[in-house]
């Protein structure tokens, strides 16, 4: 295995460790609080998508391109819940879900839907209303105005604009590895979303005809490298949104090397 790939995973691999020693400390009072509810399942989340990268191993390192995708995904909207008024945005955030479940549940076709169907939309219609406040919108359509329930925890409802204030806002130092973490978000949706690209990636011409290719993966080790970037940068938020002194140290140590190692040449 290259040296580079193994630093990777070294680093990977102290990161889901540390990532479990913080779960394992979270306090009590988290979940009361709508900021360190996104904190700790964020890191969660993030958490089981890397072990699944690690799973996943150089063989189907292209295949960890939509789990690091999601990776991002999660660490974005958690950045962005905390670049301003994250009380509040974080509020939007955990309050939002029976908004989801009523979008989810409104496409349900007829033929999948249960004998308490009627019932659970009920219940989630008065968790809703409790809400209203948060996700009334005022629209105006055709000279008319009326109040619709707004269609998305954020009043930016596009992550790639989300994504923009993101690394607009970020200072010069940490700009470049935001907007390289971006970058890998965008060449991954490639693959998620079966593109004529992702497909010209995993084929090949051969004098028998088509064949597949037996490493789509051009650089193995950017799987590696995008999961270790998006959960130690999780992780250090985590902590200091947990209020946990001890262990935020030893994650800015950590992240510390991941940006160390992301600035050497590549051999």
């Not at 009590?28 to 890397?50: E, I, K």
Request: proline fraction near 6%.
């Amino acid at each position: 295995m290259p040296k580079r790939r193994q630093s990777w995973e070294r680093l990977l691999r102290r990161a889901i460790g540390l990532a479990r020693e913080t779960e394992s400390h979270a306090p009590a009072t988290s979940f009361r609080r709508p900021l360190q509810t996104v904190a700790y399942g964020s890191l969660v989340r993030n958490r089981r998508y890397a072990e699944a990268v690690l799973a996943l191993g150089r063989p189907s390192a292209y295949e960890a391109r939509a789990t690091i995708r999601s990776m991002i995904e999660i660490w974005g909207n958690y950045r962005w819940v905390r670049l301003r008024q994250p009380h509040s945005r974080a509020n939007r955030f955990v309050k939002s879900l029976a908004l989801d479940h009523l979008r989810l549940l409104a496409s349900l076709p007829a033929s999948q839907k249960g004998p308490n169907h009627a019932a659970l939309l009920r219940t989630l219609k008065r968790q809703r209303a409790q809400s209203r406040h948060l996700f009334r919108i005022r629209v105006t359509k055709a000279g008319k105005t009326k109040l619709e329930w707004a269609r998305s925890w954020s009043k930016v409802s596009s992550f790639e604009t989300r994504i923009q204030e993101i690394v607009t806002a970020a200072p010069p130092t940490r700009r470049a590895g935001d907007e390289a973490i971006y970058f890998y978000y965008r060449w991954f949706s490639a693959a998620v979303h079966g593109s004529p690209f992702s497909l010209s990636e995993c084929i090949q011409d051969s004098p028998q005809g088509w064949r597949p290719r037996r490493q789509p993966e051009r650089r193995p080790s950017a799987s590696v490298a995008a999961a270790t970037s998006c959960l130690s940068d999780t992780l250090l938020a985590a902590c200091e949104d947990l209020c946990l002194a001890a262990l935020r140290a030893r994650a800015q140590a950590l992240q510390d090397e991941v940006i160390r190692l992301g600035r050497l040449p590549r051999r």
